[in-house]
């Protein structure tokens, strides 16, 4: 029997450099779009995908994050006193909405440091990993997309996303074989490849699903460039010892790690909003080209 993915890790101790000087004494994952912020977009799609329990990998000066998903009673009986009930039961819901612990990352060492950081939290169940400056916006969520190929071939999950032209070289990139249609089995995994050397157009993007003997490879793996320890790197080892998938998913990515991508992602998000979209579209038709 295949397990369940009931919990997920969200590695947020990252310096948030590309936004400075929002970001200065902010997360970046605390960046609003529209009017929430980058991570409760990717909790809500872990919790939509089944997952309970949730770890969150923060640094020094990642407070806000733990506060935002915490009880506000100040704010609630503020709130109460102006008959907001509708905003106390929205602000309410973020507290609620899993049980979330935290644990300090105290190095920035790459992102295959930060998810190690979790091996007492994933003990001996698999786990997925998202990043919150990947949003996907899918009719199905993108996590329960590769939950559901995880349960057909019990074996870790990496999401992707075509790229063509020059841009797959800022990408880890998959050589693989199609299984079913959107699913891949995966021969081999390089890490911003030239354009003329990317052995295909399917970018690897911040969604996995790992089993627990992804923290044995990352005790394997040989720190890189600045000191780090690359994901990519630590599957590439696993990849020796056991298949690894890939699903190319439905819906569009936004990079909101980028300040272009953030504000495209903030654009289309409102259009979508009921109490927004119609008089913003409005808006934008009016400026000058």
Known sequence: MVNKILKAVFPAAGLGTRFLPATKASPKEMLPLVDKPLIQYVVEESVASGVESILIITGREKSAIENHFDISFELEGVLKERGKTDVIEQVRAIADIARISYTRQKQALGLGHAIYQ???FAGNDPFAVLLADDIVDSEKPALQQMVEVYQRYNAPVIATMQVDGEDISRFGVIDADEVE???????????????????SNLAIIGRYIFTPN???????????A?????ITDAMRLLLQKQPFYAVRLEGTRHDAGDKLGFLIATVELALKREDLGSEFREYLRSLPL
């Open 118 to 120: 979790a091996k007492d």
């Open 181 to 199: 249609p959107n699913v891949f089995k995966i021969r081999d995994m390089v890490e911003k490849p030239p354009f003329a050397e990317a052995p």
């Open 214 to 224: 992804i923290f044995e490879a990352i005790e394997n793996t040989k720190p890189g």
């Open 226 to 230: 600045g000191g780090e320890i690359q």
